[in-house]
């Protein structure tokens, strides 16, 4: 239980992951790596393109801010199971359990039984993220760093790039807060995982007083690159399972768009945000930004 | 006021973070899989009731190998019976299997039945296991040292178009195999 208090980034998760890994994609051949792992990647990548913004609103002269963004992400029912791929004479007539999901399905056939591994049962995760922000013009640059992190041998890199533009200052009279952004998050473990997630959404909020009400539209993709040890196990009715060697995947996430509503509290430094992110596994993010 | 305010939104702030906190790195402590296992059987005889005892020995799996020393919990999911092959093809008979402990009390028997093995080849017969059937084993493994069994297919009231006949067949069992990271 303790341990779960020393969660507190993104990337204690992949650490954590990355030790795991090996047991967790064992069991699974090239034929059926994306369909266990994908919704990974996609939580994963909703994780590192959400709490880009609280406000479309970006500061003319300077403006800085550091934040604490924390995520919960919501695993859809449909993304805790996948449909294997199974050799000649078995029948995938249920599915089996994708990373997020919970027992793996049993096949029988002629050449005796074949399963999977068990998914970790979990219908949501929380992610947690801190950046900085520092604007200048009318432009927004957002740091999202933490130094190389040591997981066993192997070292873990993070880094987030955004840019983030007002629209609205071009428009005279304009009621409302405009702006553009696109984000570049990088994610690896030395042979292992390398992660990569890009968005590019269209921001628009209105301020009444201490309260901002925001909303965006987001087009985003992410991708994870995984090489792992397939434990071949001679007696599997798999061919493609019998013999232990390395296999590498590209896995997509399966996010692509998402609608973003929130509202952000302004009480002197601090900027209290709440959003709901709509999307292929969806996000509730809170933050807290100390921000002049 | 607005320190109250501060103070109540950050207040909110880590409530809500501990609360949604789920011990999901645990999750990765361990690892749930199953192991399938796989016995077979060789039955030849000229007589009109024969049977043939093996040891299913968990540790003939290599999964079960590789997480051996860091095996938490293991328990019996399923088990059926395969036809390999058979001649003659029409033969048919009474069969029933018994699991024995490694000390050769018997922990469940099973009769499966006047049945044609040659109709078990492709698809294979399931074993209808009751919970206490199941129970037994799963007590049995659980001491965790407990992994090899006494399993014997005998065949009785045999029908056969052949004086000879050879009957290969497999028991296969699934187990869920918990074990720590």
């Known amino acids: 239980m303790k341990k779960c208090f020393y969660v507190l980034f993104v990337l204690l998760l992949a650490a954590k992951f990355s030790f795991a890994q090996q047991d967790q994609f064992a069991s699974f051949a090239e034929n059926n790596i994306n369909g266990f792992a994908q919704p990974f990647v996609t939580s994963l990548g909703e994780g590192l393109n959400s709490g880009g913004f609280y406000t479309a609103y970006v500061p003319k002269t300077f403006g800085f801010s550091i934040s604490f963004r924390a995520m919960y992400i919501f695993i859809p029912n449909d993304q805790k199971t996948f449909t294997p791929t199974l050799p000649p004479g078995y029948t995938a007539d249920e599915p089996t359990a994708t990373f997020w999901g919970n027992k793996a399905a049993i096949y029988t056939g002629p050449n005796g039984y074949m399963s999977f591994v068990n998914g970790i049962d979990k219908s949501g995760t929380p992610f947690y993220m801190p950046q900085i922000t520092g604007s200048l013009m009318g432009t927004e640059l957002l740091i999202r760093y933490l130094p190389q992190i040591k997981v066993g041998d192997k070292n873990l890199n993070f880094f987030g790039v955004g840019l983030r533009h007002s629209i609205s200052q071009y428009i005279p009279l304009i009621p409302i807060d405009l702006a553009v952004q696109v984000l570049y998050n990088k994610l690896s473990v030395t042979d292992i995982i390398s992660a990569s997630s890009f968005a590019i959404n269209g921001e628009v909020s209105k301020t009444l007083g201490m309260l901002t009400a925001y909303g965006g539209i987001q087009y985003e993709s992410s991708k994870f690159d995984l090489t792992y040890t397939l434990n071949g196990d001679p007696n599997s009715p798999d061919p493609l399972l019998r013999q232990s060697r390395e296999i590498k995947a590209s896995i997509n996430g399966k996010d692509n768009f998402r609608f973003i509503v929130g509202a952000s509290l302004k009480l002197v430094v601090l900027v209290f945000n709440v959003d709901y992110n709509m999307s292929s596994q969806s996000v509730l993010t809170g933050g807290i930004s100390f921000e002049f | 006021m607005k320190n109250y305010l501060i103070k109540s939104m950050l207040a909110m702030f880590v409530f809500t973070l501990v609360s949604f906190n789920g011990c999901i790195l645990d999750s990765f402590n361990s690892v749930t899989q199953n192991v399938p296992i796989s016995q077979t059987f060789y039955l030849s005889s000229n007589q009109t009731s024969f049977s043939d005892s093996q040891t299913v020995d968990l540790s003939s799996s290599s999964v079960y190998q590789n997480y051996q020393e860091k095996i938490e919990s293991i328990q019996l999911v399923r088990a059926e019976y395969r036809t ?98």
């Open chain 2, 84 to 181: 390999i092959s058979v001649n003659p093809s029409s033969l048919s008979g009474n069969i029933s299997f018994v699991l024995n402990d490694w000390n050769g009390n018997k922990l469940f028997s099973l009769g499966l039945g006047q049945i044609t093995p040659a109709n078990y080849q492709k698809t294979p017969l399931e074993f209808q296991l009751t919970g206490a059937q199941i129970a037994m084993v799963n007590n049995y493994l659980s001491k965790l040292s407990n992994n090899k069994f006494q399993a014997t297919i005998s065949i009785t009231n045999i029908k056969s178009s052949s004086v000879n006949y050879t009957l290969i067949g497999a028991v296969d069992a699934v187990f869920e195999m918990k074990s720590n990271l």
